[in-house]
């Protein structure tokens, strides 16, 4: 019996030796998965934005200075490039159609280039709706110091019909990407400066994934709090 037990504990003893570290240490393995990397954090900002595609608040009142209520419609539509190692160029085309008494209307579309390099952001990433009941919401993004954000704004047109039918509201803007340039934006120019700007995202999710995707990669590339 005894000669038995020595054969069986001998047997045990062999199987333990030779079952691999990663079998027996699973249970006590504690280590994480790394963060996603900036080329991937990056990839994932500009995909988000591709899902978008072209978004609508939906109709909303707004109340002007003067009193008058107005009815707002927002549609916008984001692009972005990537800048290597952690810069981005986002084209927003907007337009905005204002209504009043349902009579008279007014719409400016226009296409706004922003390029940035991450590393002059804050990670202070704001969040916000485009009004009570929209279906549009907005990113914030803060320089930390001055102003590091280059801006350049180009107003729109339908091809081939009256600019003045355009900003009346006799003629409806149902497709961003077949506007054009109403004046050929100069190629030298260079820009206008900003400290911050806003844009638009199309719902709750993609806002709340965006403003944690843009912190990573703000931090990631060295971007730091404001001072004051």
């Known amino acids: 019996m005894g000669k038995w037990h020595a054969k069986r504990l001998a047997a045990c003893l062999c199987i333990l030796v030779m079952t691999p570290p990663t079998a027996r240490a699973i249970s006590n393995d504690t280590s994480v998965a790394e963060p996603p990397s900036q080329e991937e954090t990056l990839a994932f900002i500009k995909g988000t934005w591709d899902v978008c595609a072209t978004m609508q608040s939906g109709w ?5 200075k003067d009193g008058s209520l107005w009815q707002v419609n927002r549609m916008a539509k984001v692009t972005v490039a990537i800048i290597p190692p952690s810069s981005l160029r986002i084209v927003t085309r907007l337009n905005e159609r204002r209504k009043l008494s349902g009579v008279f209307e007014i719409q400016a579309p226009e296409e706004r280039i922003q390029e940035f ?3 002059g952001l804050s990670p202070n990433v704001n969040r916000q709706r485009d009004g009570e009941d929209t279906n ?5 993004l803060r320089c930390a110091h001055a102003a590091c954000i280059t801006e350049w704004v180009a107003p729109l047109a339908i091809p081939g019909k009256p600019l003045h039918d355009l ?3 006799k003629l409806a803007v ?3 990407d077949e506007l054009v340039y109403a004046d050929q934006p100069s190629t030298k120019s260079p820009g206008g400066k900003k400290g911050e ?4 995202v199309c719902d709750r999710t993609s ?7 843009f912190q990573h990669a703000i931090i990631k590339s060295g971007g730091k709090k404001p001072l004051f």
């Open 174 to 176: 149902t497709n961003l």
């Open 136 to 140: 549009l919401y907005e990113i914030g």
């Open 207 to 213: 806002l709340e994934s965006l403003s944690q995707a």
């Open 60 to 64: 909303q009142r707004m109340l002007a």
């Open 197 to 200: 700007i806003s844009i638009p």
């Open 167 to 169: 900003r009346t509201g």
């Open 117 to 119: 390099d991450l590393s």
